[in-house]
């Protein structure tokens, strides 16, 4: 038999990482990179907030009401330090988004991580076993996906606060809102991550495992899975921009986050009382924001989306 | 004793309306070391075989009757849990095509420290150690690099090269190899060919090597089985019936490789089509495409009889063969 001499420089993982089909994609795509950049933008800023925000919205001793209602700088009547002005109780707008955003992202990607969990486990179950058990699940995702997310989160969140009453609520509404969110929207992963097994689970390294005996639960984790990942992905990011909306449609309402600890869907709610009195901004600023998070993620999806899909690059 | 032994193995797929039979009654045995060709065109249930020694048969297939005694114990009664401390360990499987056959999104060290320390007590760097020694065995130049590449990085000589690794690394009494070179190119197949019968008579494993190519049946193994819808037809010495067939279809097998013809003649091929598992003609089922058949053989099953030193299935046997010597004479 012949010794090949092959190169022995490796490329280390950053470089072989810099150099894939995705990172090359994403260099050539400029909403991608400008979404990327928005994305990380706002990520950052609202991971920093306690650092970055002027005041502390949360402390009761840095607000005062007769702040209340300054426009933002560039209106006639503004108050220099209040960048975006103030909302109806006083508080920096400006350190009021940048927490609320903070809520809005930690409750969407946790929100997203526990559909994950359940759709997931659910899916790879439903997919691997077959069946009856398949049968079963599939028809608790269709009887879940027939009740509107909203639907049941209002119905949720409005019977968790009569029964704790508001205060314990408002405490915990963080949590509430998480598994509520979680809860609702699971059927999306199942089913997704159903397909792709079954599609992945007649192909010959599937046989292989099993034949090498391993059991099914490390066939499904550490074999199927890792194969099933590019549409969870996929999924993810639009899961995340869902939940997100999900949250603010729920603040809005006033069964989400409370008055005094507001994620972005909450300031609006709290604004719009005044947008007719002139106080526009209260509003329309985090509007804005929101819009412009929600957009970013989706086009960093739709991006996602086609480079994932190897019909489009494989031939 | 012999290291497997299977008994009057029945096979079944159970279809909308009825029951088909894949396998009827094979029975077969295999020595320590031994290493016995199965041949048989596509469909004859050369891989069923090779599925049901595991006792992999997936749904709807199951094993309707017949005993498979590896190492004395029935593969067919065991438990889940014996049958995982099985699979890999003492029996392990080589299948057809490379390119699929690993998984795509784990390295090639990966995937072997998986499957040694899913059996034995090993630290991940041991099993790293083990997999280079084994990887070694089997030619793969450097083979510390090749621990960190995926199998996409590799080409399919070495692919193969890696799963015949990956089924020695446990040290198995018993590899079953389902046609494993079909997917390679010839000179690549010579190799693989060379490099498992090297490592089958050097660490005395048992192999069955699963094949419709008589060439390498004829090179690789002692013993040969001839499979034709379901059924075991002809069963002996590999030499004696690639040089001496007895049974009318075997010779067919034979008689149809290119070697048999000159150049500018036609192949001679076996006419007709094996028949489907649904409707498998009565009596002895070549009899449709056999040209020497007679009233006897469209009627009634031909049992397995000792004729020359080989097992064969076929009513005539003993008037074709005294035929065939007046022939030459």
Redesign the interface.
Known sequence: MSSLSTNTNRPSRLARILNSNMAYSFRRNPVAMVSMGVFLLIAIASIFAPLIAPFDPYDPANIDIMNSEFPPVWVDGAEAEFVFGTDDQGRDLWSTILYGTRLSLIIGLCAVGLQAFLGITIGLLAGYIGGRLDSLLMRLADIQLSFSTLMVAIIFLAITQAMFGSETFNQYAVYFLIAVIGIAEWPQYARTVRATVLAEKKKEYVDSARVLGFGPIRIMVRHILPNSLSPIFVISTVQVANAIISEASLSFLGLGMPPSQPSLGSLISSGFDYIFSGSWWITTIPGVVLIVLVLVINLLGDWMRDVLNPKLYKG | MSLLSVRDLTVKFAMRDDTVTALNQISFDLAKGERLGIVGESGAGKSITGFSL?N?ISKPGFIDNGQILFDGEDVAQMSDKA???????RM??I?Q?PM???????TIGQQMV??LR??RKLSKAEAAQIAIVKLREV?I??PE?RM?QYPHELSGGMRQRI?IA?ALLLDPQLIIADEPTTALDVTIQA?IMELLLELCQSNKVGLILITHDLGVVSQMTERTLVMYAGRIIEAGKTREIINDPQHPYTQGLINALPQQTLPGQKLKQIPGTMPSLTAIPRGCPFSPRCQYAVENCRNTLPEVVQYAGIEVACHEVKRLHNDRLEQSA
């Not at chain 2, 049958?83 to 890999?88: E, T």
């Not at chain 2, 699929?100 to 784990?106: A, H, I, K, R």
């Open positions: 595991m992999l049958l995982r401390d099985m699979r890999g360990n392990a499987m299948f095509d699929v056959t690993l998984n795509p999104v784990l998986e499957t899913a059996h030619y130049p450097s690099e960190d799963i990956m190799d």
